[in-house]
């Protein structure tokens, strides 16, 4: 099974503001091209594209390719759960919208924390069993949000979790919060495969401080920013799928332009990653990876991830020969039949679901200053 997978959180759109208005042409030639080069995985979850992303799949993937030829992951959506009753309807749900007849791998959805207590009350860990042997799963695993001691403890206590889905990337390996390399060992400890999501870090490594990609293209002219960051990942041990969410045809072709024949980093490359790491954190303001989980909880209607684009743009030169953009104007435009920053009523809700752990009310009041 080649590394790459199809992560479908960030498809292609006709409107930027409307997470459903899916461009359904790119999609389905982005599916049949993933296809003919040998890529088998895609990945989905109940709440992407405000809860449309598992049709979509269906629709792109399902009803047009044999169920053989493909592999399909899917998550319960444990922060929606309430009761036990939820767990049936909810994969029920998610059984009649991706129509795939079965879950090659599921996941339950960004856990630890606060949601322990529920996944214990409700042995939700059991439920995944249960289905396990219905073969409606055929192998059962979550995605991780927490730090390094909470996904040992999880570990521990649910051997039955055959791999474990983390957000790994050269950025955050050493990251206070995210602790990607922290939660690397601990998984390798358990002996567990691991799938890594957030490679390119939402297309923050993809697009990155010019002094940082001049080294990069200074030793491969041919080789993307993006291609660096989820080779880094790739080419850990233990790891056998790496997601990236891509957004259009272009993205796709060249990420598999280097991954349908991977190699890892050599050592010298694994220096020049750390070179532009620290470059890169210089450089970076906010680590926000576009996920959307912030937007929709929202009771200001802020489009947290796009003016968190637009402040990093503020605060990151423009490259050689380029004009500096106006984002102050893109700012005012975006806000258009939206929140403003000023506007934050410092809620916190959308810091509950944050998994980069952005302390999000505190930054409206700087962007607030810079933008408007």
């Given at each position: ?9 960030r ?28 890529f ?32 399909v ?5 444990v922060?929606?759960v309430k ?50 042997k ?36 050269y ?10 390399g ?10 567990k495969e691991?799938i890594?999501?957030?490679p390119?870090?939402?297309g ?13 293209r ?16 790739a ?39 750390d ?18 989980y912030c937007?929709?909880?929202c ?22 020969g ?34 980069q ?9 700087k962007?607030?200053?810079?933008l408007?």
């Open positions: 099974m080649k590394k790459l997978g199809f992560g479908m959180m498809l292609p759109l006709t409107d930027k503001e409307d997470q459903t208005s899916f461009d359904v042409a790119q999609i389905e030639k982005m599916v049949d091209r993933f296809l003919e080069e040998g088998t995985y895609f990945d989905t979850a109940y709440m992407y594209h405000k809860n449309q992303s598992e049709i979509m799949l269906r629709e792109a993937l399902v009803k047009r390719h044999p169920r053989e030829s493909f592999i992951a899917d998550k319960l959506p922060f929606f009761e036990k009753d939820d767990l049936e309807r909810f994969f029920n749900e998610q059984l009649e919208k991706t129509g795939a007849g079965y879950f090659d791998y599921y996941l339950l959805h960004s856990i630890g924390g606060s949601k322990m207590k529920l996944i214990e009350d409700l042995d939700i860990f059991g439920f995944g069993l249960e289905k396990k219905e073969g409606k799963i055929k192998h059962l695993g979550f995605s991780f949000h927490d730090t390094a001691d909470v996904l040992d403890d999880i570990l521990t206590k649910h051997p039955e979790a055959e791999f474990v889905q983390l957000q790994i990337n950025l955050d390996w050493n990251h206070k919060s995210i602790q990607s922290k939660c690397y060992e601990v998984a390798r400890k358990h002996g691991i890594i999501m957030e390119v870090k939402g923050a490594l993809a697009d990155i401080a010019p002094e940082a990609e001049k080294m990069f200074d030793h491969s002219p041919e080789m993307s920013p993006a291609s660096w960051a989820i080779r880094f990942a080419g850990l041990d233990g790891v056998m799928m790496v997601l990236s969410g891509m957004s259009t045809l272009e993205q796709m072709e060249d990420n598999m332009s280097y991954m349908k024949d991977f190699r890892p980093l050599t050592e010298a490359e694994k220096g020049i990653v070179k532009a790491k620290d470059i890169i954190l210089e450089s970076r303001v906010v680590p926000c990876t576009a996920c959307r937007v929709e909880g009771p200001m209607n802020i489009q947290i991830p796009e003016i968190f684009a637009l402040y990093n743009k503020e605060n990151t030169p423009a490259k050689e380029e004009a500096p953009e106006d984002n102050a104007a893109a700012y005012k435009e975006l806000c258009e039949g939206h929140g403003k920053a000023s506007e934050c009523v410092k809620c916190k809700a959308c810091e509950g679901i944050c998994p752990h952005i302390e999000i009310s505190d930054l409206m009041g962007i607030a200053w810079a408007e």
